[in-house]
């Protein structure tokens, strides 16, 4: 007998991944729901996953590699990821979902906006195809809002400081978010700095390029000061619009290097 194709949905604990739960979860019940959990993520992206489920009535896999971070840091010979070699996104998200999958026929739905230019994680894999709701269906970033304000979950704390998910030393982050890391974690701040700093054979690699974590943070003030005035300009711009989305547009300014698109829909 031939297997039922499946239908996932991969929630990142961002905006878009969220709303396309909102979207669908009526029209596909029975859509499989999953997490690729890093377990290092922010405290705020599992309250936001509880949030999520709650209001929705659905349950969520988290996947998990069989080896975590520390071990994949080993194997790939203490380098740090970076936009040029992304292992993390390979060994603790790509591999633990296609783990999931299987041979199963599935249909993976992802959360890619009419507005946006870019596919998302496609999987070599056959059995895997891709959809695209919110393109068929012409939806953008303000569709996108209204679907998360209407359900009641609305977006995640993070969007105060942070305009994408992801691990706490996501080297997509920019210069103020890891300030703001800081001040708002700074367990997590110094992790990252630990990170850094333990190499056995002495070599440096950094999360940001050209400086380490404590010479970003000597600068501190400057950053907060030249963001504060770059969000003065937006606001003065796009005063419509809420503060979280004149945030993501200022940081977008600042870097809009596209990121991990498996983690951060």
Not at 15 to 34: C, G, I, N, W
Not at 79 to 92: A, D, N
Not at 155 to 184: D, I, N, T
């Amino acid at each position: 007998m031939t297997k039922p194709t499946r239908h996932i949905l991969g929630l990142s604990g961002g905006k878009d991944s969220t709303a396309l739960a909102v979207l669908l979860h009526r029209e596909v019940p029975q859509m499989e729901y999953f997490f690729c959990d890093t377990h290092r993520e922010l405290d705020e992206t599992y309250e936001y996953l509880e949030r999520i489920k709650a209001r929705l009535g659905i349950t969520i896999h988290y996947l998990s590699a069989e080896r975590g971070f520390d071990h994949w840091l080993d194997v790939y010979g203490g380098v740090l990821p970076s936009p040029q070699m992304r292992w993390c996104t390979k060994q603790l998200k790509i591999k633990p979902l296609e783990d999931f999958i299987g041979e199963d026929n599935t249909i993976s739905y992802i959360g890619i906006r009419a507005d946006e230019h870019r596919d998302g994680y496609i999987s070599t894999k056959p059995n895997i195809k891709p959809v695209y709701p919110f393109k068929e269906r012409g939806l953008v970033k303000a569709d996108i809002l209204r679907l998360l304000e209407e359900s009641g979950i609305g977006l995640p704390k993070y969007y105060a400081w942070r305009s994408r998910s992801g691990c706490y030393f996501c080297f997509f982050q920019r210069k103020y978010e890891w300030v703001m890391l800081y001040e708002h974690h700074p367990d997590l701040f110094a992790k990252a700095v630990e990170y850094e700093q333990r190499h056995k054979d002495g070599r440096t690699y950094t999360w940001t390029q050209g400086e380490t974590l404590l010479e970003l943070l000597a600068r501190k003030e400057q950053i907060i000061a030249d963001h504060q005035r770059a969000m003065a300009r937006q606001q003065a711009k796009q005063d419509n619009l809420p503060l979280a989305e004149v945030l993501s547009t200022v940081l977008d300014q600042e870097d809009d290097t596209l990121p991990c698109l498996a983690c951060h829909l």
